[in-house]
């Protein structure tokens, strides 16, 4: 009776590196739609597929999901691909363009393996990649004077200078007037100023641009 016990217990428990329920069965089973799908129509689960094909090609070995939930709903991966779309877009094209150059970023020339895909949503990254990239390729998001700055850039320069700035207009009189101020301490200080919201994904030459 322990025996019979004890060998339907490991049969209800199943081997090791076996997917845990048929939910995720399910949901692995879609990852092969990536490959006929338009990425258009693509959903979490495709661009998590796709994020997993990355990681394969880079690192050569296949990314463990955490399974910490008995649902991929409620997954760890799939609140962080949401999170992605928040922070960046719903258009699943501009996220698989994101997951290719953040891979190409952050993984190749031997860079340290990621274990997490967490490293993706970091929010200095993604803001980087939308001011640097993402902006630059819409025509409606061309930067000019009016255009108003992330709430972040205001927040760094308004610890360091109090000034009401709200614009990119307002961020290129500041930079005309301190950069080519006589004075080397304000100088020195805008550009500290420059170098903080470079960590938020500034691009300083953008200045240069503004009309």
């Given at each position: 009776m322990v025996i019979h016990g004890w060998y339907k217990m490991t049969e209800e428990i199943g081997e090791l590196g076996e997917v845990p329920n048929a939910k995720w069965q399910k949901f692995f089973d879609q990852f092969s739609e990536i490959e006929t799908l338009e990425v258009s129509k693509w959903k979490i689960v495709h661009l998590l597929a796709y994020f997993s094909m990355k990681y394969k090609h880079f690192y050569g070995v296949d990314f463990k999901f955490k399974f910490n939930a008995t649902t991929p709903a409620k997954s760890f991966e799939v609140f962080q691909m949401k999170r992605l779309g928040l922070l960046m877009s719903s258009d699943p094209t501009i996220l698989k363009n994101y997951i290719d150059w953040a891979f190409k970023e952050k993984a190749s020339g031997g860079k340290r393996r990621f274990t997490s895909i967490s490293f993706i949503t970091d929010e200095q990254l993604v803001n980087y990649y939308k001011m640097n990239y993402l902006l630059c390729e819409s025509p409606r998001s061309i930067i000019d004077r009016s255009t108003p700055l992330p709430q972040e850039y205001i927040?760094?320069?308004?610890?360091?200078?109090?000034?009401?700035?709200?614009?990119?207009?307002?961020?290129?009189?500041?930079?005309?007037?301190?950069?080519?101020?006589?004075?080397?301490?304000?100088?020195?200080?805008?550009?500290?100023?420059?170098?903080?919201?470079?960590r938020f994904g500034f691009d300083p030459s953008i200045l240069d641009k503004i009309k």
């Open positions: 927040d760094v320069i308004r610890f360091e200078y109090d000034t009401d700035i709200n614009t990119y207009g307002d961020l290129a009189f500041l930079h005309m007037r301190y950069s080519t101020s006589y004075a080397d301490i304000d100088v020195k200080s805008w550009n500290d100023t420059l170098q903080a919201l470079q």
